[in-house]
């Protein structure tokens, strides 16, 4: 079962599996989703975390996950998801907390446990990396 509740079969087992976030936004559309007060301080971000929320339909979560990402790639989201001050904290606490979840499993000659995170160029969009 995947994590969004589809069965689904390998054809052939992994080498490897990662599960990882994006650099980018590392753990900010959680939190977007949660309603961060720091996040949802911006209007447009207001009406996104209530959507993501669940009180609308599927199709409008999608759309709503849609206008962000090509906000992301345009680099045209809300100024509150570029201050260093909201965005940081965030980041850096979602960091802490994935490579606590690596170390718990690490087993070194059984089961390698790999830090690390998704990260796609995207030349016009420009975000906070976190502290």
Known sequence: ??????PVKLSRPLDFLVVADHAE???LM????EGNPGLTADPLAAQWAKTLQGRH???????TASDI?????????PKTFKDP??????MTSVWHQHTATAEKFNEPGKFSAIIGYEWTTVPAATTCTGT
């Open 1 to 6: 079962m995947s994590s969004t509740g589809i």
């Open 25 to 27: 936004g590392l753990g």
């Open 30 to 33: 959680f939190q977007l989703q």
């Open 57 to 63: 339909g599927g199709r409008e979560r999608a759309a």
């Open 69 to 77: 990402v090509v906000r992301q790639g345009n680099g045209t989201l």
């Open 85 to 90: 001050k909201v965005v940081g904290p965030i």
